[in-house]
């Protein structure tokens, strides 16, 4: 038993990732990477993963401490559940074991405690918002100083005038309440989850803006980003053409361009590079 997959275990849930790795074996995409889908879009990046046939890794309708900042980073996973008194023994048991100082009370430190900068956590505590707050001020501020990114909780959090005022995360969440976390137990660490109807994995690159959230695949980022960023530069032409008077939408709004815009859009781009 463990609280998180042993890195054998984590090597075939991500095989398809090649690249550089945690030493628990967790995905590890570039900072290079992670700063190109800084600037992505929801829909420019959504459609790359949905013609790959990832079609639930979007997740909307949350609240945001901070609808104006964008939340990138590598998930850290995390999995509660309704509190089982069998079950609680043996998490309790397995993470004291593993050096993992914890009781039925605060097992939600054990996920904060495992961060590092550039993680985003990811919890699924099922929707609960009374005595489902997974994190407070404190914990935010512990969030904050590790890993310079935020949560995105599939739950309830408090003290959110405190955590609202940490600069360096963004935290999307369900609901608060001022009640502490409890009647739950920690089901894993840097496994699978569900959040909301987007499935989750460690390692994923998580990407936050105002419109929701999305998991990308470790081994899809980079692709990810690449297109997104010829997609922009595409929307960017479209609409300054089309505000100049050029084309008409009939001509702009269509899948492939005519040969003589697809030309006017290469001449375009060298010359504004």
């Given at each position: 038993?463990?609280?998180?997959?042993?890195?054998?275990?984590?090597?075939?849930?991500?095989?398809?990732w090649?690249?550089e790795?945690?030493?628990?074996?967790?995905?590890?995409v570039?900072?290079?990477?992670?700063?190109?889908?800084?600037?992505?879009?929801?829909e420019?990046?959504?459609?790359?993963?949905?013609?790959?046939?990832?079609?639930?890794?979007?997740?909307g309708g949350?609240?945001i401490?901070?609808?104006?900042?964008?939340?990138?980073g590598?998930?850290?996973?995390a999995?509660?559940?309704?509190?089982?008194?069998?079950?609680?023994?043996?998490?309790v048991?397995?993470a004291?074991?593993?050096?993992?100082?914890?009781?039925?009370?605060?097992q939600?430190?054990?996920v904060?405690?495992s961060l590092?900068e550039?993680d985003?956590m990811v919890?699924?505590i099922?929707?609960?918002?009374?005595e489902?707050?997974v994190?407070?001020?404190?914990?935010?501020?512990?969030?904050?100083?590790?890993?310079?990114?935020?949560?995105?909780?599939?739950?309830?959090?408090?003290?959110l005038?405190?955590?609202?005022?940490?600069?360096?995360?963004?935290?999307?969440?369900?609901g608060?309440?001022?009640?502490p976390?409890?009647?739950?137990?920690?089901?894993?660490?840097?496994?699978?989850?569900?959040?909301?109807?987007?499935?989750?994995?460690?390692?994923?690159?998580v990407?936050g803006t105002?419109?929701?959230?999305?998991?990308?695949?470790?081994?899809l980022?980079?692709?990810?980003?690449?297109?997104s960023?010829?997609?922009?530069r595409?929307?960017?032409?479209a609409?300054t053409?089309?505000s100049?008077?050029?084309?008409?939408?009939?001509?702009?709004?269509?899948e492939?361009?005519a040969e003589?815009?697809?030309s006017d859009?290469?001449?375009?781009?060298?010359?504004?590079?």
């Amino acid at each position: 038993m463990h609280i998180q997959p042993p890195s054998d275990t984590m090597l075939a849930l991500t095989s398809e990732w090649t690249g550089e790795r945690f030493d628990d074996g967790r995905p590890r995409v570039s900072d290079d990477v992670l700063e190109e889908l800084r600037t992505a879009t929801t829909e420019a990046i959504w459609t790359v993963l949905w013609d790959e046939g990832y079609e639930h890794q979007f997740e909307g309708g949350w609240l945001i401490t901070h609808p104006a900042k964008r939340l990138v980073g590598r998930a850290v996973t995390a999995q509660f559940l309704p509190r089982r008194p069998d079950l609680d023994t043996i998490m309790v048991t397995t993470a004291n074991d593993e050096g993992r100082p914890t009781r039925s009370e605060n097992q939600n430190w054990l996920v904060v405690e495992s961060l590092v900068e550039g993680d985003v956590m990811v919890v699924d505590i099922f929707g609960k918002i009374y005595e489902g707050t997974v994190i407070g001020d404190q914990l935010g501020t512990a969030i904050d100083s590790r890993t310079k990114a935020g949560a995105v909780i599939h739950g309830g959090i408090r003290d959110l005038e405190g955590i609202s005022q940490l600069s360096n995360i963004n935290v999307y969440y369900r609901g608060t309440d001022p009640t502490p976390i409890r009647n739950v137990t920690l089901a894993g660490l840097n496994i699978p989850v569900r959040i909301g109807g987007a499935t989750a994995m460690p390692g994923d690159v998580v990407l936050g803006t105002p419109s929701g959230v999305l998991f990308i695949p470790p081994h899809l980022a980079e692709r990810a980003a690449r297109l997104s960023a010829e997609t922009k530069r595409r929307d960017h032409f479209a609409k300054t053409r089309l505000s100049e008077g050029v084309y008409s939408t009939s001509q702009i709004d269509v899948e492939i361009w005519a040969e003589e815009i697809e030309s006017d859009y290469t001449s375009w781009q060298s010359a504004v590079r």
